[in-house]
């Protein structure tokens, strides 16, 4: 379980934090991120990631990382995240692939909460049994005067897009804020730059390595293996600016206990944490920015100078098709015979085949009529379809005849991560029928979306901004660096708190 508590002193983070998906890491390698993998990953379908790989895990930085768990008596269920380039289009801007499509991840809050109560999340079934904890636990009520004593604010920064031409999303003050305060704190996970790498499988039976989306918003120094990945909310959205910087990290004072450890060691804690901290005064809707280092800064130039615009990359994402309304009728396959999709998209259905799974021994095609249960809207849910008739809706009143005005019959398909219960037998085919349209989706097929590119941005964010010396000890990492102080008075507080 997380090493902190995060708990609700008057309000709730009004805005979403980013996604970023982990496709298919290096099994030899995923030891050197164990910490991360172990207690903060998210499955990949619940946020969106099922078509980023064939394995695909993915991190919800801010609420999904920093809140604990409780299978029985949880308080916030998660949305879904929104999707869209951040303005970076494939072939025009040289930042395209170097950030997430995922963001705006929010939650739900299931019922009243109280200033003071603490907020927890479902892990998902089995998650407790796996690591020996018992899988509910007695909430504490929190003094509120006392959180706004010790606690952090999780509510100066903002999203939005960012001024800077090429960044995509930036971080911005959502108050004013005077120089010297304490704007967020920033707990940091430990792990290896070489557990970044992804393993793709393609389907000739080679396997294609790259690095992971995941090393942009880590710290790190060229000279040493060791990377720090911060999860607060709303810092991964911090950009570089080498001139107008803002902000600085410094150490938090109990983190010094932790200082030349190893990586192995590093990364069975969770309490090593920065800072962010003013430089400057900052007005509310200012752009935060940090400066990221002189290393940070050449990479990104030569990555500029190399790079060349590519007019002719003429791709077409599932993101735009799912918000254009040239395609709310959708077409059925024999009509993609005249006029396909693009070639990297496909359709996905909202669909639960362990409602319907009454087949008989050796049968080989079914066919069930679509029903709107519980939780079916889910994006554990999605999977591959096919459509194969689109009729009209009988008995239909909207304002907007094009969005809702068909229902359609598919052919339903498995995708890599599904459950057994889950899984359409080999060779039967399972045919669905009066199926809405917004229980259908574009989909992207496997390691086409940006993060994918090849000539993608790569490169780690330098932490020469804190002191520290970096050296090498039995072929892993150590870190001596100076601790800091902390303090703050703000209202959506982050309390430590030891955990049995």
């Excluded at 389907?203 to 989306?213: A, C, F, R």
């Excluded at 993101?319 to 396909?340: A, G, I, K, S």
Aim: proline share 6%; charged share 20%.
């Amino acid at each position: 379980m997380q090493q902190f508590t995060y708990i609700l002193s008057t309000t709730f983070t009004p805005t979403g934090d980013i996604v970023i998906h982990l496709p298919d890491p290096n099994p030899n390698k995923a030891h050197e991120m164990r910490k991360l993998i172990w207690d903060y990953v998210w499955d990949g379908q619940e946020t969106g990631g099922h078509y980023e790989g064939l394995r695909s895990i993915s991190l919800v930085p801010g609420t999904g990382m920093l809140v604990n768990g409780d299978s029985k008596q949880h308080n916030l269920l998660p949305r879904f995240p929104s999707v869209d380039n951040g303005g970076l289009k494939r072939g025009f801007s040289a930042g395209a692939g170097a950030i997430t499509h995922h963001h705006n991840f929010t939650w739900m809050v299931e019922h009243d909460l109280e200033a003071g109560d603490e907020v927890f999340v479902d892990y998902g079934p089995g998650w407790f049994q796996e690591r020996g904890f018992a899988d509910t636990s007695t909430p504490k009520k929190w003094d509120v005067d006392f959180l706004r004593q010790h606690g952090y604010c999780l509510d100066n920064v903002v999203p939005g897009a960012s001024l800077l031409e090429g960044a995509g999303r930036g971080a911005f003050a959502s108050r004013d804020i005077h120089a010297g305060t304490i704007i967020a704190p920033v707990p940091v996970i430990a792990l290896s730059k070489g557990s970044l790498e992804t393993m793709k499988e393609r389907t000739d039976g080679t396997v294609v390595k790259s690095e992971q989306l995941l090393k942009n918003y880590c710290y790190g120094h060229p000279d040493s293996d060791l990377l720090l990945y911060p999860y607060s909310h709303g810092i991964n959205l911090v950009n570089h600016h080498s001139t107008k910087s803002n902000v600085k990290l410094r150490w938090w004072n109990d983190s010094s206990p932790y200082f030349n450890r190893t990586l192995l060691e590093l990364q069975q804690s969770s309490r090593l944490m920065f800072e962010l901290v003013a430089t400057n005064p900052i007005k509310k809707g200012d752009e935060i920015y940090m400066d990221y280092g002189d290393e940070w800064d050449n990479a990104w130039q030569n990555h500029m100078e190399s790079w060349r615009p590519d007019p002719n990359n003429f791709h077409v994402s599932a993101e735009t098709m799912n918000n254009n309304d040239d395609f709310h009728v959708l077409r059925t396959e024999n009509e993609q015979q005249l006029q396909p999709y693009p070639q990297d998209v496909f359709t996905s259905c909202y669909y639960r085949y362990s409602d319907n799974n009454l087949l008989k021994p050796n049968q080989k095609r079914s066919m069930v009529v679509w029903k709107p249960t519980n939780g079916m809207i889910s994006l554990r849910n999605l999977r591959p379809c096919r459509i194969i008739q689109r009729d009209p809706m009988t008995n239909f009143t909207s304002s907007n005849n094009q969005v809702s005005s068909h229902i359609y019959t598919v052919i339903v398909m498995n995708r890599p991560g599904l459950k057994e219960s889950e899984r359409i037998p080999k060779g039967h085919v399972h045919v669905v029928s009066h199926v809405p349209r917004n229980a259908i989706v574009f989909s992207e097929k496997v390691y086409t979306s940006d993060q994918h590119l090849p000539d993608a941005f790569r490169k780690e964010i330098g932490w020469g901004f804190i002191s520290f010396a970096v050296e090498k000890l039995k072929e892993l990492t150590t870190i001596s660096l100076l601790a800091a102080t902390f303090c703050t008075d703000q209202s959506l507080c982050y309390e430590e708190e030891n955990r049995q």
